[in-house]
């Protein structure tokens, strides 16, 4: 990335931190750095360019230094770092979930998930499957856990749905932590 390009998507987080996605665009982003759109193009060329941009510098929260030996304590621990780089940002979520961006961040984490995943024996398709299902996972939790404080949690009226009346108490938990630890570890089991 250059500096230029680096510097147009700093100046999109920014954007994206201070006002949530909706408000990101390439005018803002020229705003926020007081240039001409045309400069935000050159270096970002479109609007979804500059998302899968965006998209790959949330991913690049993601350290993947000291990672435990064990394939599933690895494969949960790089889900768990994944998490907290997306909730780093306003609807980081979002933002990466928007995105197909096979960026360089985006694909050192893709190879070290997937490298658990097959140290633990999978076979190849099973490790492509169980990394797009822990990435959907996260990815749908974490869009949810990020637009709860805009949403009101009111309980929902069932009606006559015996199966929904008994599961009412745990359906509107908020335990976004827990769900999530529950997740991945089924999807690892």
């Not at 690049?60 to 690895?74: E, H, I, S, Y």
């Not at 979930?97 to 995943?117: F, M, N, Q, R, W």
Request: no cysteine; glycine share 8%; net charge neutral.
């Amino acid at each position: 990335m250059t500096k230029g390009q680096a510097d147009v998507v700093r100046a999109a987080l920014a954007v994206l931190d201070e006002q949530g996605a909706a408000r990101v665009s390439l005018r803002a982003v020229a705003g926020r750095l007081g240039v001409r759109m045309n400069t935000v193009l050159w270096h970002a060329k479109s609007r979804a360019r500059l998302d899968e941009l965006m998209a790959d510098a949330i991913v690049g929260g993601v350290p993947l230094d000291r990672l435990p030996r064990d394939w599933r304590k690895r494969a949960a621990e790089i889900m768990r770092r994944y998490r907290v780089a997306l909730l780093a940002h306003r609807d980081g979520a979002a933002v990466v979930a928007g995105t197909y961006a096979a960026e360089p961040s985006t694909l050192d984490v893709a190879e070290a998930l997937i490298g658990a995943l097959l140290d633990g024996g999978m076979p190849e398709r099973e490790a492509v499957w169980t990394f797009w299902s822990l990435v959907y996972f996260t990815l749908g939790l974490t869009q949810e856990e990020q637009a709860a404080p805009a949403r009101a949690m009111a309980e929902p009226d069932v009606g006559d749905r015996p199966a929904l009346r008994r599961i009412l108490p745990y359906l509107a938990e908020e335990s976004f932590d827990e769900r999530f630890a529950h997740g991945v570890r089924r999807l690892l089991a």
